[in-house]
């Protein structure tokens, strides 16, 4: 059994502050882990993955994650907020077959000027 | 541009009408899925379809068909809609079979039963 819990349902930044949004994870095997954005109506967009190689992960728009094995984290990380960041972000855990895909719920980031 | 096309963006249906939701890809790529998105919930994954002439059931098919038309093309059916139905559709495909390289999604359908 796999499962991904994203610790905050809403998080809120001022612009040019970092970002942390959370991501805890279970999987029986050595996961596949994700990170999409989604804006406001519209579908979701790769922002980068894990997959065995490198821990440290660097994504699009200066996001990075980092695959922690022993916390079972794969915390997203952005040094400085910018406006174009409010939105919607999922966390997604895939042990490899086509169903054992899971997205969490979603963290909702939220940019104050 | 290249990527996952839905259509409609937008429908209202009255309970027990049937639609059809369509999906095509020009990425040439082998694996394509069905998810809904209800809020809290994250997605689900309705079918999918490994590869051309292939679909399976995932977590949460009932009430629902699909049909790998061909490589490019997964339409999802509702045949009697229901309020439970109400959702948002994403498409998606991927190039292999599983999706270690991650999805590329449609913009979605956002469905009403009333």
């Known amino acids: 059994a796999q499962s991904v819990t994203q610790l905050d349902s809403h998080v809120s930044v001022s612009e040019g502050t970092p970002v942390l949004l959370r991501c805890n994870y279970s999987s029986s095997y050595s996961p596949s882990l994700f990170w999409y954005v989604q804006h406001p109506n519209k579908g979701l967009q790769l922002l980068l993955k894990y997959t065995s190689a490198a821990t440290l992960v660097k994504g699009i728009n200066g996001f990075e994650a980092e695959f922690k094995k022993s916390e079972t984290s794969f915390h997203l990380t952005k040094p400085s907020a910018h406006m174009s960041d409010a939105a919607e972000y999922f966390c997604v855990v895939s042990s490899g077959g086509y169903q054992k895909v899971t997205f969490g719920t979603g963290t909702k980031l939220q940019v104050i000027p | 541009n290249a990527g996952v096309t839905q259509t409609p963006k937008f429908q209202v249906l009255k309970t027990g009408q049937s639609m059809t939701l369509q999906c095509a890809q020009d990425m040439n790529h082998n694996s394509m899925y069905w998810y809904r998105q209800d809020p809290g919930m994250g997605l689900r994954l309705i079918y999918y379809s490994a590869s051309e002439g292939t679909t399976d059931k995932g977590e949460v098919p009932n009430g629902y068909n699909v049909s790998r038309l061909n490589k490019r093309e997964f339409s999802l059916r509702l045949e009697s809609a229901a309020p439970s139905q109400t959702s948002v559709y994403f498409c998606?495909?991927?190039?292999?079979?599983?999706?270690?390289?991650?999805?590329?999604f449609g913009s979605g359908t956002r469905l009403t039963v009333v």
């Open positions: 998606a495909s991927t190039e292999t079979g599983t999706p270690v390289g991650g999805y590329t």
